[in-house]
């Protein structure tokens, strides 16, 4: 199983961005997917999560700004990111979890600044 990142860059404050994770190989018994983020001298924080039954739960700090979705035929989950912060700046991770253990993107940088 492959995860990959995409989308990331540089954006002024307000801005928007869409990260897209794309998922490839054979997955067996999957939960749901997630972004996560890390901040430099941070520990990774979940900023959201999207169920296989398209329950979403997001962290409280990017609630009403982030959006989750996902494509199934695509095997694709995405992350619109609107209103951007400078404490958004981080290095944003997928996450694909199944019934047998966890996967990881290799990650995608987000920087918000003017």
């Known amino acids: 199983v492959q995860l990959q990142a995409s989308g990331g860059g540089l954006v002024q404050p307000g801005g928007s961005l869409k990260l897209s994770c794309a998922v490839s190989?054979?997955?067996?018994?999957?939960?749901?997917m997630a972004w996560y983020r890390q901040a430099p001298g941070k520990q990774r924080e979940l900023v959201a999560v999207?169920?296989?039954?398209?329950?979403?739960n997001y962290a409280s700090s990017v609630k009403g700004r982030f959006t989750i979705s996902r494509d199934k035929a695509k095997n694709t989950v995405y992350l619109q990111m609107n209103s951007l912060k400078p404490e958004d700046t981080a290095v944003y991770y997928c996450?694909?979890?199944?019934?047998?253990?966890?996967?990881w993107g290799q990650g995608t940088q987000v920087t918000v600044s003017s």
């Open positions: 996450n694909l979890r199944t019934v047998t253990g966890p996967y």
């Open positions: 999207i169920t296989t039954g398209d329950s979403t």
């Open positions: 190989g054979s997955i067996f018994g999957m939960t749901s």
